[in-house]
Nanobody, 117 residues
Framework: QVQLVESGGGLVQAGGSLRLSCASS????????MGWYRQAPGKQRELVAS???????NYADSVKGRFTISRDNAKNTVYLQMNSLKPEDTAVYYC???????????WGQGTQVTVSS
């Protein structure tokens, strides 16, 4: 059973930083994409950043230059370093892993990030 456990969310002032972590267990996927999505109240869930097992990255335009995604394949963990946070970054952040081995995606439970102005 695949499980994703996020940590690192919280309350921070605008301009501050947070680092999110997502540890996956029960996975044996060698070819996958791990990423972060977010959902603000009243809005659709959107991709923030993703990274393939080969190291290719993709970022939403709104976070380019401020957020950095990284992963430790040995630990099956993905990170999101968020700098220069803005109030509009406030959302629940979800970790996702998509496996190309079985064409299935899995979600974490989400972690709240709140940026005050």
């Amino acid at each position: 059973q695949v499980q994703l456990v996020e940590s690192g969310g919280g309350l921070v002032q605008a301009g501050g930083s947070l680092r999110l972590s997502c540890a996956s267990s029960g996975t044996r996927f060698s070819n996958n994409v791990m990423g972060w999505y977010r959902q603000a109240p009243g809005k659709q869930r959107e991709l923030v950043a993703s990274m393939t097992s080969g190291g290719s990255t993709n970022y939403a335009d709104s976070v380019k230059g401020r957020f950095t995604i990284s992963r430790d394949n040995a630990k099956n963990t993905v990170y999101l370093q968020m700098n220069s946070l803005k109030p509009e970054d406030t959302a629940v952040y979800y970790c996702n892993i998509f496996s190309f081995s079985n064409n299935r995606g899995y979600w974490g439970q989400g972690t709240q990030v709140t940026v005050s102005s």
